[in-house]
């Protein structure tokens, strides 16, 4: 791919920090309001007012005509590696069953685990493959994929497999999870002691630094159980993130943050002292505003947490029967609406603290010179609509690492000289 630029743009740049922002920093989204961006290859080489300076101008460029260019979206939390459908589930949800009873008969996640299991690695590679496709099309450029359907060695090293695979066939960045902790397989008795002493050590050994990640709630990995799995993917040289408070407060949070773990996510039903005791912490929480829309349940207290100082990431939370959202704009609009953030705090959540909390911030979330060139370009003239407009429309052009992933008009693709 040869040099390229994109001009006359109104840049959000999310530059300026080298970690997670916190408190009033969300709020600054580094805006160039008329501005060029010069890609050559993968990688931004030049962002700055104006027009093009240089050897630039005579690149072949795209004139954005004042619309918003803004880095892609990172997707820091998704379960997008399924099999199957839950829309039985879904009919008694809307029959007035809670999910807890869902899960308890055999439904929810064990349902997609018998899915999974008789799938092929290939046959989920390809499903996550076109979800990918959907999310890049939406303006994700960088999404974290778990396993964690599996709920045996050689399955979740399967759905690891899966992952990798369809990585490396997209355009979009994917950072494989290891959830061996995600429920329990009510056919295996030793089940726990089994996932720790046998499943960890045989992911840390294929998947070495591959992030351990488990999900803390009554009926599921119960606080001991989920302390002691998290220690053993520690000794097993994993970094740790944890599913905390979707349902129950267990007291997980203390020691998630005793612990080192990167990120605590969901956060819905977090009591205040957790909440606060987190954000003077430097494990992120990472705010899933999808499930407690599909469940009808509370949302995270994601401006409190940020008030005290928290540093916030937004993702979609994709999977095939809590929060079947794909859109990272759509996760912005209810962090919005019923989050209580700001369109900035939004926006910077979803992007470069999200880059944050998958450590990919060298490489993206930002619009800065030796980024990769992951960039989205929206068909808006102020960023807050972005924020505002419910299910609008996806973004005009996405570049992932330089290469075109979606683009609504020829014109702009062959301005960029990528037909």
């Not at 089994?194 to 050590?201: G, K, L, Q, V």
């Not at 962090?335 to 911030?361: F, S």
């Not at 490489?363 to 989205?376: E, F, T, V």
Request: proline share 5%.
């Amino acid at each position: 791919m040869s040099r390229r630029t994109i001009r006359s743009a109104r840049l959000i740049t999310m530059d300026g920090h080298a970690e997670a922002c916190r408190g009033r920093d969300l709020d600054d989204l580094r805006v160039i309001e008329r501005g060029w961006i010069g890609i050559d290859g993968a990688r931004i080489a030049a962002v700055g007012p104006g027009d093009p300076a240089g050897d630039w101008r005579s690149a072949p460029s795209l004139d954005a005509r004042g619309r918003i260019a803004m880095p892609g979206f990172v997707d820091c939390h998704t379960h997008a590696c399924w099999a199957g459908e839950r829309y039985g589930e879904w009919g008694m949800k809307l029959a007035g069953r809670p999910y807890s009873d869902i899960l308890a008969s055999g439904g929810g996640i064990l349902s997609t685990v018998r899915a999974v299991r008789a799938s092929s690695r290939e046959s989920l590679a390809q499903g996550l493959a076109q979800r990918l496709r959907e999310m890049l099309a939406l303006g994700t450029t960088t999404a974290e994929v778990k396993s964690g359907y599996g709920l045996s060695t050689h399955h979740e090293l399967a759905m690891l497999g899966a992952i990798a695979d369809a990585g490396a066939h997209s355009a979009m960045r994917v950072m494989p999870t290891f959830l061996g902790a995600h429920a329990i397989d009510p056919d295996e008795p030793e089940f726990i002691s089994r996932t720790i002493r046998e499943t960890i050590p045989a992911v840390a050994a294929q998947w070495p630094g591959v992030c351990a990640d488990l999900y803390c709630e009554r009926g599921a990995w119960e606080l001991e159980d989920s302390l002691a799995y998290a220690r053993a993917a520690r000794s097993a040289g994993m970094p740790l993130r944890m599913h905390v408070d979707q349902f129950t407060d267990l007291g997980m949070v203390p020691h998630a943050i005793a612990l080192g773990a990167r990120t605590c996510d969901h956060l819905e039903v977090t009591g205040d002292d957790h909440l606060e005791a987190l954000a003077r912490s430097r494990t992120m929480g990472v705010a899933l505003p999808g499930s407690p829309f599909c469940l009808d349940g509370p949302f995270m207290r994601a401006r409190q947490f940020v008030d005290a100082g928290g540093a916030l990431a937004i993702a979609t939370n994709r999977n095939p029967g809590s929060s079947p959202v794909a859109s990272m704009a759509f996760a912005v609009v209810l962090a919005v609406r019923r989050m209580g953030l700001t369109p900035a705090q939004a926006l910077r959540a979803a992007t470069w603290n999200a880059a944050c909390a998958l450590r990919v911030q060298d490489r993206c979330g930002a619009l800065r010179p030796g980024m990769d060139a992951d960039i989205a370009l929206w068909p808006y003239r102020d960023e807050r609509a972005v924020a505002f407009e419910v299910s609008g429309p996806p973004p005009d052009l996405v570049l992932a690492r330089g290469a075109l992933a979606a683009c609504a008009s020829a014109t702009d693709a062959m301005a960029l000289d990528l037909r």
